[in-house]
């Protein structure tokens, strides 16, 4: 009893001069000893690759167990809002997609905070920094099978999915049960403009809008689900439908552009259609952010830190899981992946989390009354 | 005192009472709250939405629930039959394997529909059918029709296990005395057998109805690709998206459909109490021959059983060990279940049996399941005991109801209303969030309706004459529980036991929300390797909880032997 008290005492003087401004200007070297000090640190993440970070952490830094949960940013939106409700600690590091639910449910409740490392604001762009700090893009986009189409994509608009073409055989998750999915959804509603100008380009003549209809983005919707648009339960279920072997005209459809490294594991031949007019789908960030009252406030740090890589060209140990083809990292000093179209010719549209979060209900009654 | 205060059941009912009220009333009465005045209420029942959010799934659910709950009756009942009052062959087998169903958990009997049907709507091969050159139209393979074979398959099992306990007590007296006056076989079966069994035949109907009707996983998986919803996935999929006040008010106006539905029932089985035959006497009952139907029969029941049980371990197996999904049978491998972490397979997971959660898992699973299992029964027991034998005006109709209240709560809504109510703090009451108790206390609450149900099944046939004769002679209430209707409504409790163990153990919909770091289950992490494409990992622990139900059932078989023997 003594002893445990002693050593809290302890850990209180320590802890007690570094207010959480002082802490988060620390580096990793200064971090360190508080952290091991603190003795562990949990991540919530919507990946399961925070199992391979997980060993790569304790590896560099023995004496903190980081304890990885693999869940989806949906159920972390409503795990870390009920843990806040019952007023426990729960993680100390959010590891999370899903940046409109984010940004206004979390975020702006005050359940999640923002740390950016001192040592990557020169490399990180101002929109990566803030509100939260983006460790990586990842994608929901239009791929198709490469074995099926030798020749390329077999569409090169949007539009064309609406066509008789391609009746029933498009495929993508219920956007009405996947964040990401609505996301891409509003995405396309925001860029209406784009998405008549394409609709001109593909049929020669403006747009004309149903009754009720209120714009491009909309009418594209409402078509697409009325052409008997295939909707399936998760990612994978999309990467098995469009993606599997021997198909003489495989289905098409919008997954993640980085479930292609797959391919050789799972017998796919999933290839992204980068040039398709106005755009192949949306790029969004994987945010990181630490629990406002974590347990463990530096190591909490220290794991983000770690997460968004050395100062090598690949980011080394921590980044390590996410260089992979399809992933782009914020870092600018990290080198494009060498398999992967560059971010820059990369033809989907970087969502505004803000803008989203604006429209992104209307757009979910708008699929209701189409389903 | 006015004379309800006097009446000897007015205590045991109000204690009842508050036990549910605290399970079931004020979690519901929770969510109730917080859409009280909110828009949704409108947005559901009358906006350009309705017709999607809340009419076509409601006419899709009724459906399954009527055609589940017909379906589980005709073969439940027809198996039970079959076992307990006919000479039909491999009758030991046909009852084990007849209850096997419901130990696979759902989800994993659709995965294996979509194994065998699916065809190339979902791009790909197709299902095994398809890749021996069988055309599989959607209908088959998608919708509503292999939901309601898939909840058919899982949910007979429910209706056979209650069938079959009540057919097992009808009295061989009242057989031989029917026989001995004549009657002809037929007059047997309607005149003697059926009105029996009727209240069992109700409750599996119920049961059945119920559990098809607040399914999640089944259409899910089989009906998204065509755009098939139920309110139960419209449900979950208002709540994964954030509008819980929407998915609160389906999930209110669920609970209301289903009330009816049920109440039907319950009126039903309240309007005939004359079934009393057991009287701790009598002989066990006779033998039906069959004569030259023997081994048809037989031969149909084994097939039945074979198709929903044997098949679906089957293709689970073939899956954990098959690293392509669409090759089941080849280059199979125990990686996923002994091996090592290897960067170049798998993602580099290690196989399950490495994954130091796995258990924990199993720990916590093992402990709710027969925790909740024991004390979900004793509270049913009780429920069932004192709304059978008191009727006090609106508070056994009371308490009848919110006994049955959480069958009719998708478990998803069910785990969404315990941690608006137990999640926070209440005075001084800290919160229950991050413990055991709340999945023990939501999983006690969920089952509540089969120990209710099981209990009164049971209970209904015990005859008053032993209690009023324990009464007149000075016993009081928990000494005649205690020493009449515990050991007469034993076999019926095993059952229920069993029933509810395997169901917790099996049970995703529930715990998914509640479950947390500190208190892993198996169903969440099968569902975690599942939802990361970890198809062959999931497979594997799937196969670990249905090695746990088999065992559970074998245990349950033998302790039912013995009380045979004993008696």
């Not at chain 1, 997609?97 to 984010?102: H, K, R, T």
């Amino acid at each position: 009893m003594r002893r445990s008290l002693t050593s809290a005492l302890a850990l209180l003087a320590l802890a007690a001069p570094l207010s959480a401004q002082n802490i988060d200007a620390l580096d990793a070297a200064a971090l360190l000893p508080l952290a091991q000090a603190e003795g562990s640190v949990t991540v919530y993440s919507f990946t399961s690759r925070i199992g391979n970070v997980e060993e790569a952490f304790e590896a560099a830094y023995p004496g903190i167990d980081m304890i990885g949960f693999d869940m989806s940013s949906t159920e972390q939106i409503a795990r870390i809002t009920s843990e806040a409700q019952a007023g426990l600690a729960g993680a100390d590091v959010i590891y999370i997609s899903d940046a409109p639910v984010v940004l206004t449910d979390l975020l702006a409740a005050g359940l999640v905070a923002p740390y950016v490392p001192a040592r990557l604001e020169s490399v990180l762009d101002e929109r990566f920094r803030s509100p939260l700090l983006a460790q990586r893009l990842s994608t929901k986009v239009l791929m198709y099978n490469e074995e099926s189409y030798p020749d390329g994509a077999p569409v090169d608009n949007l539009w064309d999915l609406t066509t008789e073409a391609w009746t029933g055989r498009v495929i993508m998750v219920d956007p009405l049960q996947r964040g990401d999915y609505l996301d891409l959804m509003t995405e396309i509603v925001l860029q209406s403009d784009a998405m008549a100008a394409a609709y001109e380009a593909a049929f020669g003549s403006p747009i004309t809008l149903d009754e009720g209809v209120a714009n491009a983005g909309e009418q594209f919707i409402a078509n697409l689900f009325a052409n008997d648009l295939v909707l399936v339960g998760s990612t994978d279920d999309v990467n098995a439908a469009i993606g599997a072997l021997g198909q003489d005209a495989a289905p098409i459809g919008f997954t993640s552009y980085s479930d292609r490294r797959d391919n050789e594991d799972e017998g796919w031949a999933l290839q992204v259609a980068n040039d398709v007019v106005p755009a192949n789908g949306i790029v969004f960030p994987a945010l990181l952010a630490v629990n406002p009252k974590a347990q463990n406030p530096a190591a909490a740090r220290l794991a983000i830190d770690f997460l968004m890589g050395d100062d090598s060209d690949t980011g080394g140990a921590g980044f390590a899981p996410f260089y992979v083809a399809g992933d782009w990292a914020t870092r600018s000093d990290i080198a494009p992946h060498p398999d992967a179209i560059p971010l820059e010719a990369f033809n989907g549209w970087i969502i505004d989390a803000e803008t989203t979060a604006t429209i992104r209900a209307e757009v979910a009654d708008l699929i209701l009354t189409l389903q | 005192m006015p004379p309800i205060l006097r009446h000897p059941g007015l205590w045991p009912t109000l204690a009842v009472l508050t036990v549910l009220c605290l399970l079931v009333a004020a979690p519901l009465a929770t969510i109730l709250g917080e859409t009280l005045g909110s828009a949704a209420w409108a947005e559901v029942l009358a906006s350009r939405l309705s017709r999607n959010l809340l009419w076509r799934p409601l006419a899709t659910t009724l459906t399954i629930g009527v055609a589940v709950a017909a379906g589980c009756l005709l073969i439940g009942g027809f198996l039970a039959w079959l076992v307990t009052m006919t000479d039909v062959p491999f009758r030991r087998s046909i009852g084990f394997m007849a209850t096997l169903p419901f130990m696979i958990p759902s989800f994993a009997t659709a995965l294996a529909w979509g194994t065998m049907f699916s065809n190339g709507r979902t791009g790909g091969a197709g299902g095994m059918l398809e890749g021996l050159g069988v055309a599989v139209p959607d209908w088959l393979a998608w919708g509503i029709v292999p939901v309601i074979l898939v909840l058919i398959a899982h949910y007979y099992a429910l209706a056979f296990t209650v069938i079959s306990a009540a057919l097992s007590s009808v009295n061989g007296d009242l057989i031989d005395a029917a026989m001995m006056t004549g009657a002809s076989r037929r007059r047997i079966v309607t005149g003697i057998v059926l009105p029996v069994v009727t209240p069992a035949l109700l409750a599996g109907a119920s049961l059945a109805f119920a559990g098809a009707v607040s399914n999640f996983a089944t259409p899910a998986l089989l009906g998204l690709p065509v755009r098939m919803q139920t309110l139960s996935t419209r449900l979950f999929g208002m709540i994964e998206i954030g509008q819980t006040e929407r998915g609160y008010v389906l999930a209110i106006l669920l609970i209301a459909v289903s009330a009816v539905f049920l109440g039907l029932g319950n009126r039903l089985l309240a309007g005939r109490r004359s079934f009393a035959t057991i009287t701790g006497k009598g002989g066990r009952g006779r033998v039906m021959e069959l004569g030259r139907a023997r081994w048809p029969l037989c031969a149909l029941a084994l097939l039945i059983c074979l198709v929903t049980t044997i098949l679906p371990i089957i293709l689970l197996a073939a899956a954990s060990l098959a690293p392509m999904s669409s090759a089941l049978f080849s280059d199979w491998t125990l990686h996923y279940w002994i091996g090592e972490a290897d960067p170049a397979f798998a993602r580099g997971l290690a196989g399950i049996l490495h994954n130091p959660q796995l258990l924990t898992a199993l720990g916590v699973t093992m402990g709710l399941g027969i925790s909740v299992a024991l004390a979900a029964n004793a509270v049913g027991l009780v429920v069932a005991v004192t709304t059978t034998r008191w009727h006090l005006p609106l508070l056994t109709g009371a308490a009848t109801q919110l006994s049955f209240l959480p069958l009719l709560l998708p478990g998803i809504a069910f785990g969404a209303a315990y941690i608006a109510l137990y999640g926070a703090p209440i005075g001084s009451f800290p919160a229950l969030y991050g413990t055991p108790l709340l999945l023990a206390l939501a999983l006690t609450a969920a089952m509540l309706p089969f120990a209710v149900q099981t209990g009164r099944a049971t209970v209904a046939q015990i005859s008053g004459e032993i209690d009023e004769a324990a009464r007149i002679t000075g016993a009081g209430f928990l000494r005649r529980l205690w020493s009449i209707t515990l050991p007469l409504a034993a076999p019926g409790q095993i059952a229920g036991v069993l029933l509810i163990f395997v169901s917790v153990i099996g049970d995703l919909a529930i715990v998914v929300l509640l479950y947390t770091p500190a208190t892993p289950v198996l169903s969440v992490l099968s569902y975690r390797y599942a939802s990361d494409g970890f198809h062959q990992f999931a497979n594997a622990v799937t196969l670990v909880i249905l090695i746990l139900s088999i065992a559970a059932t074998l245990v349950a078989q033998l302790l039912r032997k013995r009380q045979r023997n004993a008696a």
